[in-house]
């Protein structure tokens, strides 16, 4: 657990993050939801993947 918040540096975590939202020109809340939906499309191919691994008839390249 971390005792001492301002180690983090939030500040610095705050400003680079509202840059990096500029550069991408998104809201935070469209920055989440699109990064959120990219994460989670991700997580469900791993799984798949892993259960192909072990089971080589599911999910097949042919397979949709």
């Not at 990219?38 to 997580?43: A, E, K, V």
């Amino acid at each position: 657990m971390i005792s001492n918040v301002n180690s983090l540096n939030i500040k610095f975590m705050i400003k680079n993050s509202k840059n990096h939202l500029n550069e991408v020109n998104e809201t935070y809340l469209k920055h989440m939801l699109i990064n959120f939906k990219i994460g989670l499309s991700t997580l469900a191919n791993g799984f798949r993947f892993l259960i192909h691994g072990i089971v080589p008839a599911l999910f097949k390249k042919d397979d949709k």
